[in-house]
């Protein structure tokens, strides 16, 4: 879903969920352990985020959102999730 590469200060973050990178729960929760594992390496200095596919990120995949729209269960993991996605975000 998500590749991490180092190669000397560099870490390579690569999306890898075509077709066009859609974000899901498990997208998320690969990206935050990416982010972790850079953060907590001194020797990283530098973040580069890439795509092999056409489209880097399209955003929300949007089947997974409707599917969760059809609860209010699915409703608040929607809510959560965006949270999840703005505490990532400085």
């Known amino acids: ?6 190669d000397g200060g560099i870490a390579i973050a690569t999306l890898c969920h075509a077709p066009v990178n859609a974000i899901s729960e498990q997208w998320m929760d690969r990206f935050e352990a990416v982010l972790d594992e850079v953060e907590g390496s001194p020797a990283v200095k530098v973040l580069w985020i890439r795509s092999p596919e056409r489209v880097f990120c399209a ?9 969760r729209f059809d609860s209010e269960r699915g409703r608040r993991e929607m809510i959560d999730l965006t949270r999840r996605m703005q505490r990532k975000c400085p």
């Open 59 to 67: 955003g929300a995949d949007l089947a997974w959102m409707r599917a």
């Open 1 to 6: 879903m998500i590749s991490l590469k180092v």
